[in-house]
């Protein structure tokens, strides 16, 4: 008899209904990772890496940053982040989950609504859970229906402070967030806009600031820029007013009963933040994203987003993963994603496009690809 009964039915539960997950190696090509710039093995990095060591930065920080974890690296990431995103403060999370949790857990207060979109991060949702505001959800992307529930809200005797929680480019589907507009809504609210920057840092805005660059260093705007895609590390930036950073080092447990990151990435994401203001590789991923996107509509009919995230929709859970198989057998590193990931309906390639591949890798993706759609019943 089993030891753990109710996690191996929950196990064969999933694999039942194909979305048992498993951990997997790289394979082939990438069209998988989040290393947008190409910069997570390159050179530049490494080199920073090494004149870090060079110069004594350790590799661990021994405790929390309130603890004896706090190190010189750490605050010099932070006060050069600070000035490059043109936020009032910023800190540091040893992960991109941990610092959305912390910010849900902990601004939004008792009393208050926080309104996020349907298809916000798995964090931003773990955060809501653990916080004490109430918490909507409105359908992806749509204005009118923030401002609506928030009338509704406000109708029905809600007075405390309202957030508005967002992705200004979204990790599964690759369209941007309407922030302008947004931003007005939240200025009439009196209401403060929350932009998780995970997959427009480094990729867009001036510099790689990002698609919130313009907003950034208002009162009522925090950001999360994540440093573990674009930038080639690990960790999050979370940027706001000096007031939201300090009550996060007071009030955010995610923050406060964390080992701080380690000093010697902190010096290696601080290097990052000059490495991604390369308006050159920018241009090459931006150029390499609009042909392949024309490339895939043409050939594929799927539609382009305008950004380095093309999904391919198939819907049925297990066709999605054939394909992916059978790409990844062909040399492709291409992953499935599957519900819950993704809504009911939508399982899919999510085909990530960086400088660690180049067309000549994308035309030869699209040839293995189109047979094999026709194979596993006609084209998306």
Known sequence: ????????????????????????PRRGIDFASNDYLG???????????????????PVGSGGSRLLRGNHPE?????????????AGSALYFSTGYAANTALLATLPQRGDLVLHDA???????????????????????????????IGHWRDQGGSGRIWIAVESLYSMDGDQAPL?????????????????????????????????AALQGRDNVVTLHTCGKAMGGEGA??????????????????????TAPSPLMAAAMRASLTLIRDDAARGRLQSLTRAAGALLADRLGVAATGSQIIPVVLGDEARTMTVARALQDGGFDVRGIRPPTVPPGTARLRLSLTLNVDLAAVEALVTALEPLLQQTSGTP
């Open 1 to 24: 008899m089993s030891a753990f009964p109710v996690h191996d039915a929950d196990l064969t539960r999933l694999g039942a209904a194909g979305r048992r997950r498993g951990l997997a």
């Open 39 to 57: 910069l997570a093995g390159g050179e530049d990095l490494t080199r920073a890496v090494a004149a870090a060591l060079a110069r004594g930065v």
């Open 237 to 258: 930036l979370v940027c706001g007013h000096p007031t939201v950073i300090d009550f996060l080092i007071n009030r955010g447990r995610a923050f406060i009963f964390s």
């Open 74 to 86: 750490h605050e010099a990431l932070e006060a050069k982040a600070a000035a490059f995103f043109g």
């Open 180 to 212: 302008a507009e947004l931003m007005a809504v939240a200025d009439r609210h009196d209401a403060v806009l929350l932009i998780d920057e995970a997959h427009a840092t480094g990729v867009f805005g001036p510099g790689g600031r990002g698609l919130a």
């Open 119 to 149: 298809l916000i991060h798995a964090s931003v949702h773990e955060g809501l859970r653990l916080g004490r505001a109430e918490a909507i959800a409105f359908a992806h992307n749509d204005v009118a229906a923030v401002a609506d529930a």
